[in-house]
């Protein structure tokens, strides 16, 4: 007759070890049949369907031909076991190469389990990478929902550029490039960050940077738009030397900074320009005239004019 696959023996070393072990309280279910083990060690007690049912990994993990297990890993089938020996069998536990941290926000999204606010990019970016190779559709969502919040928004565009680009959000991809608009890709800060992209996303932000920059020049260039630049006073011809420095020194400020939010301003830094100053200071040098060369306020509004007529967003 065939040995038993286990003993009282067995069922009181099982139970010792297993009050032993370290589980999370969250997810300590007594009822479930999957044990995942973090990186640190925390055990997390979840039930097979929740994993089959959310992540692609498991389902197909799961779905694999099984070798036959039994408690104290002599052979034997689960199945096999009886009502009173079933509860006392211990799932074997999967190593999951994660850190607590990573594992345990994975799985609160996964069993809908509130989940604390999330902290920094380098969070999001270690719990996405997780959520991508276990291929779970929910948690994806969750996070791409958080990221159009203000404080990932506006706190680095540019990375959640990268991201949106890595899983093809469109939408989230045209808001980021709209708030990178305040950076200068060209410095050396955002070397390793533009190095995610490929050349295909990465093109499309350069162009827009671009494109604002150069029509900028071409706008404020126009004789139509301002006409004070190439007007004549009387016979005279205007010396516009100080429209064309101010010009130059808006144009290195929107090469730098394309958002151009501090151009076309009667407050602030650019108001406070030695071109700008130097032109709004500029009067006819017509003996008897005297006449101021440029009207500042409505200058200063055309300026504004012209910024909004620039393109803000990547094109599709």
């Known amino acids: 007759m065939t040995a038993p696959c286990y003993s009282k023996i067995d069922n009181v070393l099982t139970r010792s070890v297993v009050s032993s072990k370290k589980f999370h309280p969250e997810f300590s279910f007594p009822d479930a049949d999957v044990i995942l083990r973090s990186f640190e060690g925390t055990l997390y007690r979840i039930h097979s369907y929740t994993l089959r049912t959310t992540s692609g990994l ?3 993990m799961f779905n694999l031909p099984q070798p036959p297990r039994c408690k104290n890993g002599i052979q ?5 076991l009886g009502p009173e020996e079933y509860g006392e069998y211990e799932p074997e536990e999967i190593p999951i190469y ?3 941290f990573v594992l345990e926000r994975l799985l609160r999204l996964l069993c809908s389990i509130p989940v604390p606010s999330w902290e920094s990019y380098d969070d999001v970016d270690r719990v996405l990478t997780a959520a991508e190779k276990w291929d779970t559709p929910g948690p994806i969502a969750s ?7 203000p404080q990932f928004l506006t706190s680095d565009p540019l990375r959640l550029y990268v991201l949106a680009k890595h899983f093809d959000w469109r939408e989230e991809a045209k808001l980021a490039s709209t708030q990178t608009l305040k950076l200068n890709l060209h410095d050396a800060i955002h070397a390793s960050t533009l190095a995610k992209l490929s050349s295909k996303d990465l093109l499309p932000l350069l162009n827009l940077h671009r494109k604002r920059r150069d029509m900028f020049k071409k706008l404020i260039d126009s004789p139509e738009r301002f006409a004070a630049g190439n007007s004549r006073c009387g016979v005279t011809q205007l010396d516009n030397h100080t429209w064309r420095e101010f010009k130059n020194a808006m144009f290195a400020e929107i090469d730098r900074r394309p958002l151009a939010d501090t151009l ?6 650019s108001a406070e320009w ?4 130097a032109c709004w200071e500029a009067k006819c040098t017509k003996e008897g005239c005297g006449g101021l060369n440029y009207d500042r306020i409505a200058t200063l509004r055309q300026i504004r004019n012209c910024i909004d007529l620039l393109p803000s967003t990547i094109e599709d």
């Open 143 to 149: 996070i791409r929902a958080v990221l159009t919040c």
């Open 76 to 80: 034997g089938q689960r199945e096999q």
């Open 58 to 60: 498991f389902d197909t």
């Open 98 to 100: 994660e850190s607590d």
């Open 274 to 277: 030695p071109e700008a100053k």
């Open 264 to 269: 076309g301003l009667a407050v602030g830094q």
